[in-house]
C-alpha cells in the first residue's frame, strides 16, 4: 500500500487562486452576459515585447540547424549571454558583485520559492510575514515542518510576522530564534517596499542569529525610486545571509514563456547536524542539477533580449503602463473613499474593505455588483483579513472601468 505523505493533508482548502476561479465561474454560469473584468491574480495582459519576440524567432531557426541546435542545458540552467546579462543588468549595475556559478536560472519565482527549503534541515524554524505569498508556507507545510492549522489557518511552528498598517506592512525581525525568514519586496500581496534601513535591520539580524533570509524580489522592476535598494545585495553583509529569487514573469511578461533565477553566493552557508559549516551553493547546485535541465533555449534568449537596449526600453515601457494602472486604482479608489496602499513601487493596491466587510464578502459583493475580479486579503492569511487586493495587471480599459464600477457598488 502506497503510504501518501500526510503533510498534504494538514493544507488549508485548495490553493487561493484555483478557489476564486471556482466563484468565478460559478458566478458567470449564473450570469452569462455579465462582463467580468479580472484584477485578481497577478497575470500579465500585455503581448510579449517585438525584442523578445524576435529573440525567440531566431533561436527557434537556430535549433532547426545542425550548428544552432542545443540539447540538455548547462547545470546553472542557462547559458553564460544570459547569466551575463544579469549580472551586468541586475547587479554590477546597481554596484552588486556576484559570481557566475551564484546564479542559476530556472523556469520560473514560484517554483524555486517553493522548492528552496529543500536544502534546509526538517527542524529549522521559519518565519512568514502575514499577510503572505502563499508558496512559501504551503511548501514547508507538504515538507512537514509544520504542525497542524489552527481556525485561523495558521500552521503551528511558523512564527507569523504581522504586517499592517501600523508598521508599512513591512514587518521587522522577530525576537524569536528562527532559522529561516522569508521576505518579499516590493510586496505581494500588500505592494509595499522595503527600505535600505529595514532590509540593513533584517541583513543584520540574520547574521546575528546565523539565519537565513529567502528574499523574493520578483517585482523589483516596479521600484519607482532608484534609491529604494532592488536586491537585498545592495545591502552590506546580505552575500553572507540571504538567497534572492528574480523573475522574468512581470517585468518583461514571461508568466507563460517561464524564466527566472536564484541567486546563492558562495559566501552563505549552514551547518550540519554535527556543527560543521557547508555552502549552501554546493547544495542548491546539486539539487538544481538533480531536479533540472536547464530553461529552454529559445527561452533563454528570449530572456536574454530583454537586457538589449531595445528590450530594457520596451519592457520599461510595460511597466510604466501598469504602474498608471496602478496608480489610476489607488487614486479612483481613494476618491470613492476607499483606504489604499501599495501601488507606488508595486503592481499591487491593497484596500481596506469598506462597511467592516470580511474578505471574502467583499470579494463576493464585487464580483456580483460590480463584475470585478479582486483577490480576498484573507487568502494570504489571517493578517489580511479586512483587506482586498487588486492587481493592475490588466488594460488601461479594463482598469478604468473596473474602478469606476467598483465606485458604484458601494
Ligand atoms: C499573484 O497573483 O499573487 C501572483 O500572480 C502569483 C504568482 O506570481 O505566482
Known amino acids: 500500500m502506497a503510504r501518501i505523505n500526510d503533510h498534504y493533508r494538514k493544507l488549508q482548502a485548495g490553493y487561493l487562486f484555483p478557489e476564486i476561479g471556482r466563484r468565478v465561474r460559478a458566478f458567470q454560469e449564473q450570469n ?9 491574480i497577478g497575470d500579465v495582459t500585455l503581448p510579449l515585447v517585438p525584442a523578445v519576440v ?15 541546435f542545443r540539447g540538455y542545458g548547462p547545470e546553472l540552467g542557462a547559458e553564460d549571454f544570459l547569466i551575463d546579462g544579469i549580472l551586468e543588468h541586475d547587479f554590477r549595475a546597481r554596484g552588486v558583485e ?6 542559476f536560472v530556472s523556469d520560473g519565482s514560484k517554483q524555486d520559492s517553493g522548492n528552496i527549503q529543500e536544502i534546509f534541515g526538517q527542524e529549522c524554524r521559519v518565519a512568514v510575514t502575514d499577510p503572505v505569498y502563499p508558496v512559501y508556507v504551503d511548501t514547508n507545510v507538504m515538507a512537514g515542518r509544520t504542525g497542524d492549522a489552527d481556525d485561523q489557518g495558521r500552521y503551528q511552528g511558523i512564527l507569523y510576522l504581522r504586517a499592517d498598517e501600523s508598521n508599512g506592512f513591512v514587518p521587522g525581525p522577530p525576537d524569536a530564534a528562527v532559522d529561516l525568514a522569508y521576505l518579499c519586496s516590493p510586496n505581494n500581496p500588500t505592494g509595499a517596499v522595503a527600505t535600505r534601513e529595514s532590509l540593513a535591520a533584517w541583513v543584520a539580524w540574520a547574521r546575528e542569529h546565523e539565519a537565513v533570509l529567502i528574499f523574493d524580489a520578483a517585482y523589483d522592476a516596479f521600484i519607482q525610486d532608484p534609491s529604494l535598494p532592488r536586491s537585498i545585495y545592495e545591502i552590506e553583509g546580505a ?9 522574468f514573469s512581470k517585468r518583461a511578461g514571461f508568466t507563460g514563456v517561464r524564466c527566472a533565477y536564484t541567486v546563492v553566493p558562495k559566501a552563505l552557508t549552514g551547518t550540519t ?17 538533480t531536479k533540472f535541465n536547464g530553461v529552454p533555449y529559445v527561452v533563454q534568449r528570449a530572456a536574454g533580449a ?12 510595460q511597466v510604466a503602463y501598469y504602474m498608471a494602472n496602478a496608480g489610476l486604482i489607488r487614486d479612483g479608489l481613494g476618491g470613492a473613499g476607499f483606504t489604499c496602499f501599495g501601488g507606488e513601487h508595486a503592481p499591487y493596491v491593497w484596500v481596506r474593505t469598506p462597511e467592516g466587510l470580511s474578505s471574502w464578502d467583499c470579494f463576493d459583493r464585487i464580483l456580483g455588483g460590480a463584475h470585478v475580479v479582486t483577490t480576498p486579503g484573507s487568502g ?21 472601468e473596473a474602478v469606476a464600477r467598483i465606485g458604484k457598488a458601494f
Request: glycine letters at 12%.
Open 273 to 289: 547536524s554535527g556543527g560543521e559549516r557547508v555552502p549552501l551553493n554546493q547544495l542548491w547546485l546539486r539539487r538544481h542539477s
Open 239 to 247: 552575500q553572507e545571509c540571504a538567497i534572492e529569487m528574480r523573475s
Open 306 to 317: 530583454v537586457f538589449s537596449p531595445e528590450g530594457r526600453k520596451q519592457t520599461g515601457e
Open 54 to 68: 524576435d529573440a525567440l524567432k531566431r533561436a527557434a531557426d537556430e535549433m532547426g540547424t545542425p550548428e544552432g
Open 32 to 40: 452569462p452576459d455579465a462582463q467580468v473584468i479580472r484584477l485578481g
Open 380 to 400: 494570504f492569511g489571517s493578517a489580511g483579513e479586512g483587506y482586498f487586493r487588486i492587481s493592475a495587471f490588466n488594460s488601461r480599459e479594463n482598469v478604468e
Open 98 to 103: 556576484l559570481e557566475k556559478d551564484e546564479i
